[in-house]
């Protein structure tokens, strides 16, 4: 609401009209804000990541292996443990050599929580080289080892 408070009272009533200038500054800031952030946050962008095409890195004569079955059960070698007897057992193993790699295998349905209590459970043993098993799948790995030729060379020509 507006009063006029000049000399003149001709009709000494209220002025109805509003400002729109200052309404159509915020709308245009606004736009502008929701326009640059509207692309940041996107969060499915498609992505086509590589496939593990690395030669396998030499094994040691005897790996230790600590494998965390379906039921959450841990398996030191072939042998079953509990998590609290992990790390004596390990010390017996490696006979207190911390710098031993520790190859960790999971079975595919166990959570990733899971793998991470097991993995700080093998840190706070002091046990850091830590090394992930996985089944390599040739398959996927092939055509990121030999990328496709653009103009494939003529075969069979003669002599």
Do not use: C, H, W
Not at 102 to 122: C, K, T
């Amino acid at each position: 609401m507006a009063v006029k408070l000049g000399g003149e009272e001709e009709d000494g009533g209220e002025v109805s009209e509003i400002n729109v200038t200052p309404f159509i500054d915020v709308m245009l800031v606004l736009l502008i804000i929701f326009m640059v952030a509207a692309p940041l946050s996107t969060v499915d962008v498609p992505v086509d990541l590589p496939t593990s095409n690395a030669p396998p890195q030499e094994r040691p004569d005897e790996p230790v292996y600590l494998t965390i079955q379906e039921d959450l059960s841990l398996n030191l070698g072939e042998a079953r443990i509990s998590r609290e007897e992990l790390a004596s057992r390990l010390d017996a193993l490696t006979e207190q050599n911390r710098d031993e790699r520790i190859f960790l295998r999971a079975d595919g349905s166990v959570p990733y929580s899971d793998i991470m209590e097991v993995m700080n459970a093998l840190r706070s043993a002091g046990y850091l080289k830590i090394g992930l098993v996985g089944l390599e799948d040739p398959a996927r790995a092939e055509p990121a080892a030999s990328p496709p030729a653009a103009d494939p060379a003529p075969s069979g020509t003669g002599r």
